[in-house]
């Protein structure tokens, strides 16, 4: 883990990259990140990334209580579930790109329809049970969403995913709302052929792998 000095610059840097790649507008999404001391670090709510620095991020704990002045955000218990529900997670975004928005107003997962689903950890991306946002339902709704998967798209609302570290989180995110947009493109044009189950683990032993250096 990086100290909170560091932690609270990548912080920001995140965010206003998330605003840069089009993942997020004005005080949309939020980003945070697990910290050794067993809590996190999170975005606070209401700022504009263009407006954060990075002493305005908030040292929180998970059962809701927070350090300083500014508030965290209103989906920090959807991040706190998320870090106690799964120990691997060092970082989780949560954003509304175009894209995950449109296909979570379907209420449906993006199925298998390219190799790349399958690098969130199964043969699809679900989408969560519709929750009233920054509620703890909503939260819970998130989790089992997301077990055995990286990444979900939640009803109505936009998308979360979480990594071992921030970097990883960010990439996950465009990479569903990219698939999102191929898959939303292809559903214009026809149905979509899906990949066939049987493939899913040639797949996962060709990510060992793919995209690496030796």
Request: charged residues 20%.
């Amino acid at each position: 883990m990086m100290d909170l000095d560091n932690s609270r610059a990548s912080l920001v840097s995140g965010a206003r990259a998330m605003d840069a790649s089009g993942m997020n507008t004005g005080t949309t999404g939020n980003i945070s990140l697990r910290i050794e001391s067993g809590g996190m670090l999170i975005t606070p709510t209401g700022i504009p990334s263009p407006m954060l620095r990075p002493e305005q991020m908030v040292t929180m704990r998970f059962d809701g209580s927070w350090e300083g002045a500014l508030r965290p955000s209103s989906e920090w218990e959807m991040h706190a579930e998320i870090y106690k529900a799964f120990p691997e997670a060092g970082a989780v975004v949560h954003a509304h790109p175009d894209h995950c928005v449109a296909l979570s107003c379907l209420r449906e997962p993006m199925p298998l329809f390219h190799y790349m689903v399958a690098g969130f950890g199964g043969d699809d991306v679900r989408c969560s049970d519709y929750a009233l946002f920054a509620s703890s339902n909503l939260a819970k709704a998130a989790v089992v969403a997301l077990q055995d998967r990286t990444a979900c798209l939640l009803a109505n609302h936009g998308m979360i995913a979480f990594g071992k570290d921030l970097d990883t989180a960010l990439a996950r995110t465009v990479k569903l709302e990219t698939l999102a947009r191929q898959y939303l493109i292809a559903r214009a044009a026809g149905t979509p052929v899906l990949i066939e189950n049987s493939e899913i683990p040639a797949i996962r032993g060709r990510y060992k792998t793919y995209g690496q250096q030796k």
